[in-house]
């Protein structure tokens, strides 16, 4: 499933550190045909013990997890709405990805200029949001230009549209992201077909820099406004330092740790960051687990056993009979699918059944 995240920030608040620190991480290509392979993005595992320690469990040859694709998008500036700097690509690489991070500056550093001149991460946030907004305002008023002719004539597709389009014109023009306003399943349709900016699911990551003066550590009274800010708006997000997982990217296990206390850190926050944009995504994971292969499926949350089958192949779908289901948990604990099966464990499900984060899935066709 080829779902991307792209990461957009102001000039200077480390967003290509961000992204070399996730692709330090980054996984071959060769495992994932649909993933695009470009110098911009960045195929990233997604850590799940689970997976690992189910193919312990089946002494597997090799073992594949799930990925995230995360998109290096050009930086922002103040009027990207209307073209200014890269203000048109920004947009454009914006549409076209599924999900977004944005990174804010919560550090202070003399030697790294903001690119208005002080740290004010809220204001940071409110710049960009804008012109997310801004941008979603003019393709609204576009839409509506173009259906005027339709609506006038009585269609009533048309007129369905205008109302929705209205609803989300007055919401834009609060200053509120789309992705905030409440749509029933209808609605939301227009809104897909719309590729709004702002409708996108927005996670923050506040970027700090080890052994540097971080506003969260400095008690300092633009962290808790900025933490009031994301409370207020329920917005999700995650704490990292990006230069640290830069820093230690040739290091491994207890040699990593002691260099990451060296330099002042304690955790990159890189792997929340992961885990929180697979779910910002709504996605879950099954696993297919045996000698040869232990491997990580990616679907959408709530997908039937047909449709999840699809990540594996299209035939699972149109050839499905039904499929042997084990929680990954009940069958680590039951120490072999033979013991699993005996105490009735795993079950034989059908075309009906909703796959669960977690399940080892063996289909039948």
Not at 23 to 34: C, G, L, Q, W
Request: hydrophobic letters at 40%.
């Amino acid at each position: 499933m080829q779902l991307s995240i792209g990461i957009v920030g102001l000039p200077n608040v480390g967003k290509s550190t961000l992204f070399n620190a996730l692709t330090k991480k980054s996984v071959s290509a060769e495992n994932y045909p649909f993933c695009t392979i470009d110098p911009s993005v960045g195929i990233v595992p997604v850590p799940d013990e689970r997976l690992w320690k189910l193919s312990e469990f089946s002494k597997s040859k090799k073992t594949i997890p799930a990925v995230v694709e995360f998109v290096d998008i050009a930086g922002l500036v103040k009027g990207a709405s209307e073209g200014e700097g890269l203000g048109n690509k920004f947009l454009q690489n914006i549409r076209e990805v599924d999900a977004i991070v944005e990174v804010v500056r919560i550090f202070e550093d003399d030697k790294i200029i903001h690119v208005h001149n002080a740290v004010n991460p809220v204001s940071d946030i409110e710049v960009i949001n804008l012109e997310l907004v801004l941008a979603d305002e003019e393709t609204v008023a576009k839409r509506i230009g173009t259906i005027q002719k339709e609506v006038k004539k009585g269609d009533k597709v048309a007129m369905f549209e205008h109302e929705v389009l209205q609803k989300i014109e007055k919401h834009l023009k609060e200053g509120k992201l789309v992705n905030s306003l409440h749509l029933d399943e209808k609605e939301s349709v227009v809104v897909k077909n719309l590729h709004l900016l702002s409708a996108k699911p927005i996670m923050y990551a506040f970027n700090k820099k080890a052994g540097g003066k971080n506003l969260d550590e400095m008690n300092d009274p633009r962290y808790a406004e900025l933490l009031d800010f994301m409370k207020a708006n329920n917005f999700q997000w995650v704490v990292v330092d990006a230069r640290i997982e830069e820093e230690l990217k040739d290091l491994e296990g207890e040699e990593k740790e002691m260099f990451r206390t060296e330099l002042g850190g304690h955790d990159d926050g890189i792997n929340a960051l992961i885990k929180g944009g697979y779910a910002l995504l709504n996605l879950i994971t099954y696993f297919t687990t045996g000698e040869d292969e232990t491997r990580a499926w990616t679907i959408l949350r709530d997908s039937t056993a047909p449709v999840a089958g699809m990540a594996i192949h299209t035939d699972f779908r149109d050839k499905f009979i039904r499929a042997e289901v084990i929680h990954n948990t009940d069958l680590l604990s039951a120490g072999s699918f033979a013991t699993a099966r005996e105490k009735g464990l795993v079950r034989t499900e059908g075309k009906e059944y909703v796959v669960k984060d977690g399940d080892v899935i063996e289909f039948r066709i």
